[in-house]
């Protein structure tokens, strides 16, 4: 039989990408929508990968029950991913309120719904490297201890301690893949890589003479969404429900993934880079680092895409969209 799988956060980055590789395992494909003014313009992330017309949308919201349990009672899921969140970490200093009631009391919405609707399906939290923010270890594994560094970081916490505590009390079969951070073309603008790669576009078609930056010596573990989406699924069919850190185990400077940008484009970085102490975070966290060990060993699951590659491809969709925008 088809089986069914329920994304939340389906026209986001993870989500798209999530979709388009459960439609070519042959799932029937479910997706959770907030009611937006802007109907027809927020699937763009799954027009750009083609498969928009080959996922069935449900409007529902993380901090409305309600509707998610109605979604669920409709859909019947065999799995369940719950990527939805309010994402973006400079945004979680300015709606503090709203990033807990999406990113974390959203999670408990969720695994309610599914424990009242649909306790036997198998459900998947998108849990955040960010949790670690002032790191207690070099490398972080599942076993490193917790010290988030915004709110956002706090509200994962929160979601990926309920994904446990429902496990646990409920026998439910719930994952946490605690993602490094991962990119690709279809990142929004206001992160730090996708925002590196437009105005690097922009330069290259002289659209733009500089680009802005804050902490450039930040350092990041970074990889290709295409490659943590299918580590997700790796995880709902393990016959037992864990925890997994998902990274490529390498680290790198914003300021070398920046050299990257310029030089797939032909440009000088050191002419169009400026250092603006507007872009600085209140409590910075200056280093990532992932040790994807267990998920390499348990689910057989290692990166296959590059850092350089998936940068070039990001400024290469970029300088793509901007001449369409011409």
Sequence with gaps: MTKRALVTGITGQDGA???????????????????????????????????????????????????????????????????????????????????????????????????????????????????????????????????????????KLYGHWITVNYRESFGLHASSGILFNHESPLRGVEFVTRKVTRGVAEIKLGRGHELRLGNIDAKRDWGHAKDYVRAMWLMLQQEKPDDYVIATGVTTTVRDMCKIAFDHAGLDMDKHLVIDPAFYRPAEVDVLLGDSSKARRVLGWQPKIDLEQMIREMVDADLERLRHEA
Excluded: C
């Design 17 to 155: 990408y999530l979709s388009q590789f459960l439609l070519e395992k042959g799932y029937e494909v479910h997706g959770v929508v907030r009611r937006s003014s802007h109907r027809g313009v927020e699937d763009h992330r799954l027009r750009w990968l083609g498969v928009n017309g080959k996922v069935h949308l449900h409007d529902a919201d993380l901090i409305d029950l309600s509707s998610l349990l109605r979604t669920v009672e409709e859909v019947r899921p065999d799995e369940i991913y719950n990527l939805a969140a309010q994402s973006y970490v400079a945004s979680s200093w300015r709606q503090p309120v709203l990033t807990a009631n999406v990113t974390a009391v959203g999670v408990t919405n969720m695994l309610e719904a599914m424990r009242l609707g649909a306790p036997g399906a198998r459900f998947y939290q998108a849990s955040s490297s960010e949790m670690y923010g002032l790191i207690q270890e070099p490398m972080q594994s599942e076993k490193t201890p917790f010290y988030p560094r915004s709110p956002y970081a706090v509200a």
